[in-house]
């Protein structure tokens, strides 16, 4: 064997190695929502047309495909996670602003701490919220944009103390459980129907 065809072959296997050891691309969801199965998700709930606040499920499907694609929810259990969060909080599209505390809301009703987190792990909405004076309110400026759908979806995977625990979501009520209390923690006293609604939604997306 010449110098050179030993050159060429460490190359080769150099570049093999490579190949194998670089890890795998993220998935990426490839079951975008119908509007029949987010109907069956909302179990007869959904509002008839879009008004004030009021999101029809027709109007909703393609915020919430674009945020389910955009942070990845590649699991059916994540999806569903996401969408059972989304209707309880909102009260099945009814509500954007939670009714008594005006800082808090977005369709999954997140308080403003957890808005701001958000908003720092996405420099694209940082930009926009700078063009804002600064008594603004962060809620409504993501309301206004149209980007009430996304703060659910990113906490679902990526809040804290949440990939671990949305990486397990598997349909069953113990994973989605885990996920509500460590992920969520939205009340002790609201975890049976939060399980409901989510066997609903299971149930009803692919």
């Known amino acids: 064997m010449t110098r050179f065809t030993s050159l060429v072959t460490i190359f080769a296997l150099a570049i093999a190695t490579i190949t194998l050891t670089t890890a795998a691309p993220v ?45 990845n929810l590649a699991t059916r259990g994540q999806r569903a996670a996401y969408i059972a969060t989304m209707l309880f909080e909102s009260g099945n599209l009814k509500y954007n602003h939670n009714l008594v505390h005006a800082t808090q809301g977005t369709r999954s009703m997140l308080p403003q701490p957890s ?12 930009t926009l919220v700078a063009t804002y004076p600064a008594d ?30 949305a990486a397990a979501l598997d349909g069953t009520a113990n994973t989605f459980l885990q996920w509500e209390i460590d992920c969520i923690n939205g009340g002790v006293e609201t975890l049976a129907d939060r399980n409901a609604v989510f066997g609903v939604v299971y149930q009803s997306i692919h």
């Open 27 to 71: 998935p990426t969801p490839t079951c975008i929502l119908t509007i029949d199965e987010l109907k069956a998700a909302a179990n007869g709930t959904c509002p008839p047309q879009t008004s004030d606040e009021i999101i029809s499920c027709e109007d909703a499907l393609p915020y919430i495909n674009g945020a389910i694609t955009k942070y």
């Open 115 to 126: 808005l701001e987190k958000f908003v720092s792990a996405n420099a694209n909405i940082q």
């Open 136 to 165: 603004t309110l962060l809620v409504d400026i993501l309301i206004n944009n149209h980007l009430d759908f996304l703060p659910g979806a990113w906490w679902t995977v990526s809040g804290p103390n949440c990939p671990d625990r």
